[in-house]
């Protein structure tokens, strides 16, 4: 079974692309990884591709932009491509999303968790 879900703040404006039959949105959306590096717990970002057609896609443009929090759930694509410098292949990974939900407005854009404190987090 392929689902993913993730929970973190968009790093872009929506993009809509009309195309024809549908529409596609696309941005991307940042999450920590929470890891030990010595004594202390850090938190390193990681940054991920999301990909949504149709109607959510009208939606999440609308309503959404750069620092926006949401809840995508979704598959994973992974695919390989030719790197531009010649050097190789590398591998591309998003998130097909199927369903979303918007996070509470915070004005701390810098926290993953969207205002919640450690133990309040709903994941």
Do not use: C, H, Q
């Not at 097909?96 to 994941?123: M, Y």
């Amino acid at each position: 079974m392929n689902k993913i879900t993730l929970a973190g703040r968009l790093t872009k404006d929506v993009e809509l692309a009309d195309m024809g039959s549908s529409v596609l949105a696309k941005t991307s959306i940042a999450v920590n990884e929470r890891k030990k590096k010595g004594d202390e717990w850090v938190d390193e970002p990681m940054f991920i591709d999301l990909d949504m057609w149709g109607k959510r896609a009208e939606i999440l443009a609308k309503f959404a932009g750069k620092g926006s929090f949401i809840v995508v759930n979704g598959r994973l694509d992974i695919r390989k491509y030719e790197r531009k410098d010649g050097t190789g292949t590398g591998i591309g990974i998003s998130v097909k999303v199927d369903d979303f939900t918007f996070g509470p407005k915070n004005e701390n854009k810098n926290s993953a968790s969207g205002g919640f404190g450690n133990s309040d987090a709903p994941f």
